[in-house]
């Protein structure tokens, strides 16, 4: 029953939620020479392995978290004072830009038993403890969807994947209250093996 409701509120969103995004690439890569120092020039290749890949991201996702890390909204350490003084224009311009880079794409690592694990979770869920089919949101292969502004998870760094998960898990992270606190929902039934599993899976998913 909750994931039918999971299902039912992601389509609710996705009919209600605009599309229109009004960034300007060229102006955001002006903007981005400051942010190349950790998330590196090609906007994949970041500092350390626990800074997201942002070349290839949907433009709605990133503007939406460049707003929430902006306004103190989703606290992040090495974020702080980064965009200070930037208009809601200028994170747009961002967005637009990091959107329009070639996406990143990796291998996974794992076994064959944790990738057929990670698999199962990520098209089917885990229905005996309510966790939804990541597919449902972030796409088949991982490339997330543009007009509900769900991120492409398709070559995401591994550490990444699993700082975020377990952030969701443990309610440390609430950047999903726009949408129901669905993260927090999934993540909240998986353990550190099938975060691990999962994190390694998308990051070889094409």
Not at 1 to 6: D, F
Not at 66 to 73: A, D, R
Not at 180 to 194: F, Q
Request: with cysteine; proline share 3%.
């Amino acid at each position: 029953m909750r994931i039918r409701q999971l299902t039912f509120s992601l389509l609710i969103y996705v009919l209600t939620t605009g599309t229109a995004l009004a960034g300007d690439a060229e102006a955001g890569e002006a903007q981005a020479l400051v942010c190349s120092a950790c998330h590196g020039a090609d906007g994949a290749s970041g500092l350390d392995d626990t800074y997201p890949n942002l070349a290839g991201q949907n433009e709605r996702y990133l503007f939406e978290q460049l707003l929430m890390i902006q306004s103190g909204e989703r606290q992040i350490l090495q974020m702080m004072g980064q965009l200070y003084g930037k208009t809601e224009s200028d994170l747009r311009d961002l967005a637009a830009y990091y959107s329009s880079l070639p996406l990143k794409l990796g291998e996974a690592a794992g076994d064959d038993q944790s990738i057929e694990l990670a698999e199962r979770i990520y098209r089917g869920g885990i229905p005996e403890k309510g966790v939804a089919a990541c597919s449902a949101c972030h796409s088949p292969n991982g490339n997330g969807n543009q007009p509900a502004g769900f991120p492409v998870l398709s070559g995401q760094r591994v550490r990444y994947t699993v700082a975020q998960l377990t952030a969701y898990r443990e309610s440390e992270r609430r950047s999903d209250e726009g949408h129901g606190g669905m993260m927090r929902g999934v993540a909240g039934g998986l353990t550190d093996g099938e975060i691990k599993a999962l994190a390694d899976y998308v990051h070889g998913l094409r």
